[in-house]
């Protein structure tokens, strides 16, 4: 009997899974991201530095970064959900996730317009693009 995948696992091999919200689907792309190096939690990256302590060598440096703001407020109107780093390839990605019949608005328009007009990496993920999004973050 085939083992059944469960997780990040199962979601690779789907090519258009649903998620309920765009929270829900927020927190399936970044743990797809963190998976592929695109950065690691706060928790993982104390528990490497103190295993390098305990070798007496050097934690590496930061790898990756993901930075999405938990709360609008405050925060540049427009500014896309998801902004990942990666050093190993210097790669820099802006993204603005939105379920598959979310509208784009004109402001969060202009702000990807503008970051892609001086160069930046930018783009709009839906559930209907999973199998582009994994493609993207490799």
């Known amino acids: 009997m085939a083992a059944r995948l469960t997780g990040m696992a199962a979601l690779r091999v789907d090519a258009h899974p649903h998620w309920p919200s765009e929270s829900a689907f927020q927190r399936d792309v970044i743990a797809l991201a963190r998976d592929l190096g695109w950065g690691m939690?706060?928790?993982?990256?104390k528990e490497l530095a103190e295993q390098a302590g305990r070798y007496g060598v050097e934690a590496p440096p930061l790898d990756g970064l993901i930075y999405h703001p938990r709360y609008s407020l405050g925060s540049e109107p427009g500014w896309p959900d998801l902004v990942l780093l990666r050093r190993?390839?210097?790669?820099?990605?802006?993204?603005?996730?939105?379920?598959?019949?979310?509208?784009?608005?004109?402001?969060?328009?202009?702000?990807?317009?503008?970051?892609?007009?001086?160069?930046?990496?930018?783009?709009?993920?839906?559930?209907?693009?999973?199998?582009?999004?994994?493609?993207?973050?490799l």
């Open 41 to 45: 939690t706060i928790r993982a990256a």
């Open 88 to 137: 190993r390839d210097s790669r820099a990605l802006f993204r603005e996730l939105k379920l598959d019949q979310g509208k784009v608005s004109p402001r969060q328009g202009e702000v990807l317009e503008l970051l892609g007009a001086v160069g930046l990496d930018v783009g709009i993920w839906r559930p209907r693009d999973w199998l582009r999004i994994q493609e993207e973050l």
